[in-house]
């Protein structure tokens, strides 16, 4: 939690040099330090699931400002810029975009992928150019595998099962304060089919049938990242079950959208609401007390420190974490904490942009 903090409420950057074993590193090449240190320029790309997602603009901005004090501090200017489809359905034309991105031979490139099968051979395809990629948030593979560790530098994640489990006991807290018995049915609201967003509803599961067997997870609904879709999915579960219907939990922003205006257009105060991710619509269903929580990740600190480790392999030929997965923990976020300094910059990380 302090290295979280550390990076999202200061955004200072600690750029000394650590040892570290190259074993299963990127190997793209160094950029020629003939220049020494200061006066440096190199071109690193934002390859985004989504432009106009809040979640990867909170990602973004993280980049930014890890590019802004890298210039500041050690006199290498960075050229950045961001790619990508604008939603995260259009994973064709984010496999397309990549293609792009690599015949422009940036340095290095940060992406996310909800399209894993078609990004790994683009990745790989990377690392022969000799351009250096890191991951935030959606990876090639999860956090217990490193299949693919030889085509990209570092995953600077959350760790899905831990999100699921945690949204899980939140819901019991959120139970227990509000009154409510746990026993009854859950609705579970998710974006699309991917493995790793999967691992989310597993911990959930198997987090509530370990410490509420009396509760029914319900068969997953998946919204296709369009909030109609999920806004409809939640009411159509609230018309079906009715009392029976204790929770709604939705592992992602899009499906905690439609949670919480399913929540809201029903007047349920007696169904606990739980999302993953925060934009806008969720911030305000949490103030509302539509939404009871919601499990915030950390894309400002995973741009951040992606944008670091990446700048350092160019001026060092190093990667000086000694992992492939970086696990940048999530966090638990209410109506009673979320005016906290800790929890603005959590839910909304563009307050710290920098101009």
């Not at 999915?233 to 009392?243: C, K, L, P």
């Not at 899009?254 to 619509?281: E, Q, T, Y």
Request: aromatic share 6%; proline share 3%; net charge negative.
């Amino acid at each position: 939690m302090k290295r979280v903090l550390a990076v999202i409420l200061t955004g200072m950057m600690v750029m000394g040099l650590m040892a570290c074993s190259d074993k299963g590193s990127a190997s793209s090449e160094p950029a020629d330090d003939s220049e020494g240190k200061g006066g440096k320029e190199y071109n690193v790309v934002y390859l985004s699931p989504s432009t106009e997602s809040e979640y990867w603009q909170y990602a973004e901005v993280g980049m930014q400002n890890a590019a802004l004090d890298i210039e500041e501090k050690e006199g290498i200017k960075i050229n950045f810029s961001t790619s990508g489809p604008a939603t995260e359905a259009e994973t064709d034309a984010y496999i397309k975009a990549y293609e792009s991105v690599i015949a422009s031979s940036p340095d290095a490139i940060i992406t996310a992928t909800l399209a894993p099968d078609g990004t790994v051979p683009k990745t790989q395809e990377a690392q022969q150019a000799g351009i250096y990629v890191n991951f935030v948030s959606m990876g090639l593979e999860g956090g217990d595998s490193n299949e693919y560790g030889d085509y990209y530098g570092v995953h600077y994640y959350c760790n899905n099962t831990v999100i699921g489990e945690t949204a899980a006991k939140a819901m019991l807290d959120g139970l227990k304060e509000k009154g409510i018995e746990p026993k009854g049915k859950i609705g579970m609201h998710m974006s699309v089919v991917v493995e790793t967003l999967e691992e989310r509803m597993d911990g959930f599961k198997e987090y509530m049938a370990k410490n509420a067997p009396d509760i029914e997870c319900l068969d997953t609904l998946y919204n296709e990242n369009d909030v109609n879709n999920a806004q409809s999915n939640v009411e159509t579960q609230i018309s079906t079950y009715g009392d029976e219907l204790i929770g709604l939990y939705g592992g992602n922003n899009v499906s905690g959208d439609g949670i919480a205006l399913g929540i809201k257009n029903a007047g349920k105060s007696n169904i606990l609401g739980i999302g993953v991710d925060s934009d806008s619509i969720e911030i305000e269903a949490l103030e509302a007390g539509n939404l009871y929580a919601i499990i915030v990740q950390t894309p400002y600190e995973q741009g951040y420190m992606a944008m670091e480790n990446a700048v350092e392999y160019l001026e060092t030929g190093k990667n000086s974490e000694t992992e492939k997965h970086i696990d940048c923990t999530s966090q638990v976020v209410t109506q009673e904490n979320m005016n906290s300094d800790e929890s603005k910059a959590l839910l909304d990380p563009k307050i710290l942009k920098k101009n």
